[in-house]
């Protein structure tokens, strides 16, 4: 794989991984465990899912370090172990896509609010995900994926700790939006233009939106994104929201349901087009298909 | 009372040193406290959340409001007799065992402290003893739990099943919500209330409460 934005301003549609949680719980993750306790414990299991979504059709391959910040793994007494659970993570999915995917680097919310809305300092935050960062990057990620992210605050202070770790490392920031009578807004406000105008400003390269929508919507927020801005963009959408039946959690949006809805996110002109909550290997193949097939690996699924 | 419609201004705007002079200037102008948390503090507060509710005002000015209520309250809280405060009712509030999420219980504690109610908040990963034991002891009319996490709402079933092992069923009403949380599921596990967001929460607690 060439260098990260060479490739997404010369390349074709990129298409990223779906989810990790509900793929850790099959294999016996326990509510109240941090996922991330995966990355120390059982890495056999990262390696898995890595092997499967590449095998589907993934260019880009998320670590398991979503809640891998400092400040969020303190929350399980897990804070003095960051750097080896940021470097595991990193590791596993390497060992599994070698050179043959961008292993990208996730960096979810600390958890924490801050001043005056909460209590964390703008310097605590920071160096929470500098810490996350810099042993991402010191283990070989090739892309840093700020995601999941309500406060422009905090997602600036990530982006930040990133470029102050390596400015050779494309960073790429995603926004989680909620569809609102006014319009699309994250709970702290943010709506889609500010989103674009804060992240950019801040120093990433590549914007976004991920999780808390199905793709219909998420296709609505991809003409706004590109609307305001040419940078490249990233869509990593929920197979719908999530619902209880008879005790079982079930996502309704379908493979197929998602990846003909991907070929829209292709017309907005969305370069990486991935997963988020509910999604699976299925999925992945399906929007792969769908966006860039492949000659042998798509056969069947056309 | 121009006062008192300075402070619910200040507070809708989230000043909490204005709203902590207005109050104190209140209070030795002789307004009774119970009046100034009524017209002042709790008018202000309805606004602010009737401006969430319709997605006017965001979660960062509902939470710098809440703090300018609690600046206010703070100062009128050694003038309020028993009878005067919070005496609509006494709600247990938590995030249920396994989940940390607590932006949304916070607001409707928030919402609920606003409206008048006593708000025994619990905190998040609170187990089922934790939540019907603080019932116990608060003499809590309601309890309110919260997830975000479609794994951890099952622990919602656990607290209705101990009010009910306890005998408390009737006594202490139990109240759900949370993102994957829907009415149907409230009924399934024998919840009396569901709120599908921090207002409407507010609304179901007051109908609960009667």
């Given at each position: 794989?060439?260098p990260?934005?060479?490739r997404l301003?010369?390349?074709?549609v990129?298409?990223?991984?779906?989810?990790?949680?509900?793929f850790?719980?099959?294999?016996?993750?326990e509510p109240?465990?941090?996922p991330?306790?995966f990355?120390l414990?059982r890495?056999?299991?990262l390696?898995?899912?890595?092997r499967?979504y590449?095998?589907a059709?993934a260019e880009?391959?998320?670590t398991n370090?979503?809640?891998?910040?400092?400040?969020k793994?303190a929350?399980y007494?897990?804070d003095?172990?960051?750097?080896?659970?940021n470097?595991a993570?990193?590791m596993?999915?390497?060992?599994?896509?070698?050179?043959g995917?961008?292993?990208?680097?996730?960096?979810?919310?600390?958890?924490?609010?801050?001043?005056?809305y909460g209590?964390a300092e703008?310097?605590?935050?920071r160096?929470?995900?500098r810490?996350q960062i810099?042993?991402m990057?010191?283990?070989?990620v090739?892309?840093?994926?700020?995601e999941t992210?309500?406060d422009?605050?905090e997602?600036t202070?990530?982006i930040?700790a990133?470029?102050?770790?390596?400015l050779?490392?494309?960073?790429?920031a995603?926004m989680?939006?909620?569809?609102?009578?006014?319009?699309?807004?994250?709970?702290?406000?943010?709506d889609?233009?500010s989103a674009?105008r804060?992240l950019l400003?801040a120093?990433?390269n590549?914007v976004?939106s991920?999780?808390?929508?199905?793709?219909?919507?998420?296709?609505?927020?991809?003409?706004e994104y590109r609307?305001c801005t040419?940078?490249p963009?990233?869509?990593?959408?929920?197979a719908?929201?999530?619902?209880?039946?008879?005790?079982?959690?079930v996502y309704r949006?379908t493979p197929e349901?998602?990846a003909?809805?991907?070929?829209q996110?292709l017309?907005?002109?969305v370069q990486?087009?991935?997963g988020?909550?509910?999604?699976t290997?299925e999925?992945?193949r399906?929007i792969?298909?769908a966006?860039?097939?492949r000659?042998?690996?798509?056969?069947?699924?056309? | 009372?121009?006062t008192?419609?300075?402070i619910?201004?200040?507070?809708?705007r989230g000043h909490?040193k204005e709203?902590?002079?207005?109050?104190?200037?209140a209070?030795d102008?002789?307004?009774?406290a119970?009046?100034i948390l009524?017209d002042g503090?709790?008018?202000g507060?309805?606004?602010?959340g009737e401006?969430?509710?319709?997605h006017?005002?965001f979660l960062?000015?509902?939470?710098?409001s809440a703090?300018?209520m609690n600046a206010?309250?703070?100062?009128l809280?050694?003038h309020l007799?028993?009878t005067d405060?919070?005496?609509?009712?006494?709600?247990?509030i938590?995030t249920?065992?396994g989940?940390?999420?607590?932006?949304?219980?916070?607001?409707?504690?928030?919402?609920l402290s606003?409206a008048?109610f006593?708000?025994?908040d619990?905190?998040?990963?609170?187990?089922p003893?934790?939540f019907?034991d603080a019932a116990?002891?608060?003499g809590?009319?309601v309890?309110?739990m919260?997830?975000?996490?479609?794994?951890?709402?099952?622990a919602m079933k656990?607290?209705?099943?101990?009010v009910e092992e306890r005998?408390?069923?009737?006594?202490?009403k139990?109240?759900?919500?949370?993102a994957?949380v829907?009415?149907?599921?409230a009924?399934e596990?024998?919840?009396?209330?569901?709120?599908?967001d921090a207002a409407n929460?507010?609304?179901?607690?007051?109908?609960?409460i009667?």
């Amino acid at each position: 794989m060439g260098p990260f934005l060479e490739r997404l301003k010369d390349g074709p549609v990129l298409v990223a991984d779906g989810a990790m949680g509900s793929f850790l719980m099959k294999h016996g993750l326990e509510p109240g465990r941090a996922p991330e306790s995966f990355n120390l414990e059982r890495p056999e299991v990262l390696r898995e899912v890595a092997r499967l979504y590449l095998e589907a059709g993934a260019e880009v391959v998320q670590t398991n370090t979503f809640g891998g910040s400092a400040l969020k793994l303190a929350s399980y007494d897990l804070d003095d172990r960051t750097e080896e659970i940021n470097s595991a993570a990193v590791m596993a999915v390497r060992e599994t896509v070698g050179e043959g995917a961008y292993v990208s680097g996730s960096c979810g919310p600390c958890g924490r609010m801050l001043a005056p809305y909460g209590d964390a300092e703008p310097e605590e935050v920071r160096e929470s995900f500098r810490r996350q960062i810099g042993a991402m990057v010191d283990a070989g990620v090739d892309v840093v994926c700020v995601e999941t992210m309500t406060d422009l605050a905090e997602a600036t202070l990530a982006i930040e700790a990133a470029r102050e770790v390596s400015l050779d490392v494309p960073v790429m920031a995603t926004m989680t939006f909620d569809a609102t009578p006014q319009g699309f807004y994250t709970i702290m406000g943010v709506d889609v233009p500010s989103a674009a105008r804060g992240l950019l400003a801040a120093g990433a390269n590549v914007v976004g939106s991920n999780c808390g929508n199905g793709i219909e919507k998420m296709v609505s927020i991809a003409k706004e994104y590109r609307d305001c801005t040419d940078a490249p963009l990233i869509i990593q959408s929920n197979a719908g929201l999530p619902e209880m039946e008879g005790g079982e959690v079930v996502y309704r949006e379908t493979p197929e349901f998602m990846a003909e809805r991907a070929l829209q996110l292709l017309e907005v002109g969305v370069q990486i087009i991935g997963g988020c909550c509910g999604t699976t290997p299925e999925h992945i193949r399906a929007i792969r298909a769908a966006v860039r097939p492949r000659p042998q690996a798509d056969a069947a699924a056309a | 009372m121009e006062t008192l419609q300075k402070i619910a201004s200040e507070l809708e705007r989230g000043h909490d040193k204005e709203v902590r002079e207005l109050v104190k200037l209140a209070l030795d102008d002789s307004v009774p406290a119970a009046t100034i948390l009524e017209d002042g503090l709790i008018a202000g507060m309805q606004v602010v959340g009737e401006r969430f509710r319709a997605h006017e005002i965001f979660l960062p000015s509902v939470l710098l409001s809440a703090r300018a209520m609690n600046a206010g309250v703070e100062l009128l809280e050694p003038h309020l007799g028993k009878t005067d405060a919070r005496s609509r009712g006494t709600i247990v509030i938590g995030t249920v065992k396994g989940d940390l999420h607590d932006i949304g219980k916070n607001l409707v504690g928030i919402m609920l402290s606003g409206a008048g109610f006593e708000v025994v908040d619990l905190g998040k990963d609170v187990s089922p003893e934790a939540f019907v034991d603080a019932a116990s002891e608060s003499g809590a009319d309601v309890i309110g739990m919260s997830a975000l996490l479609t794994t951890t709402m099952p622990a919602m079933k656990d607290v209705v099943a101990l009010v009910e092992e306890r005998g408390m069923t009737g006594k202490v009403k139990t109240i759900v919500g949370g993102a994957p949380v829907t009415e149907d599921y409230a009924r399934e596990i024998g919840a009396d209330g569901y709120g599908f967001d921090a207002a409407n929460a507010v609304e179901c607690v007051r109908e609960l409460i009667g």
